[in-house]
């Protein structure tokens, strides 16, 4: 883990580890901490819920959620979060994230990232990554 000063912020490339479970203490629905990488910011209809929590955090910082399942799009909308589908129907459901890097996105970043938050761009070179 990189340690640094930056602060998230609009636009900056995050990547941030994240752990759920059955219990605040027991992270029990991922095997292990996952890598999930986003640009902040780039949804048209700006910050989603979790992107506010991040917001002004440090490489090290750590978040704990309890999330209700159903409450799920509500909490990460657009962020294709790489947790067991299952944490949608549950009750409730707890989170630690890690903030792992904070790197500026340059702009072939968050083109890329604004064309997935609307599907698979096709491959036709909408998104410059191919």
Request: proline content about 3%.
């Given at each position: 883990?990189?340690?640094?000063?930056?602060?998230?912020e609009g636009?900056?490339?995050v990547?941030?580890?994240?752990?759920?479970?059955?219990?605040?203490?027991?992270m029990?629905l991922?095997?292990?901490?996952?890598?999930?990488?986003?640009?902040?910011?780039?949804?048209?209809?700006?910050y989603?819920?979790?992107?506010y929590e991040?917001?002004e955090k440090?490489?090290?910082?750590i978040?704990?959620?309890?999330?209700q399942?159903w409450?799920?799009?509500e909490?990460?909308?657009r962020l294709a979060?790489?947790l067991?589908?299952?944490?949608?129907?549950?009750?409730?459901?707890?989170?630690?994230?890690?903030?792992?890097?904070?790197?500026?996105?340059d702009?072939?970043?968050?083109?890329?990232?604004?064309?997935?938050?609307v599907?698979?761009?096709?491959?036709?070179?909408?998104?410059?990554?191919?």
């Amino acid at each position: 883990m990189y340690q640094s000063n930056t602060k998230i912020e609009g636009l900056k490339k995050v990547t941030v580890l994240l752990e759920a479970g059955t219990h605040q203490k027991k992270m029990d629905l991922t095997p292990e901490p996952v890598s999930f990488e986003l640009v902040v910011g780039v949804g048209v209809e700006g910050y989603t819920a979790f992107e506010y929590e991040l917001l002004e955090k440090k490489v090290g910082d750590i978040l704990h959620f309890e999330i209700q399942g159903w409450r799920f799009d509500e909490m990460f909308g657009r962020l294709a979060v790489p947790l067991p589908e299952k944490v949608r129907s549950m009750d409730s459901f707890f989170m630690k994230v890690t903030v792992y890097s904070i790197n500026d996105a340059d702009q072939k970043e968050i083109i890329h990232a604004m064309a997935g938050r609307v599907g698979d761009c096709g491959g036709g070179g909408c998104c410059g990554n191919h």
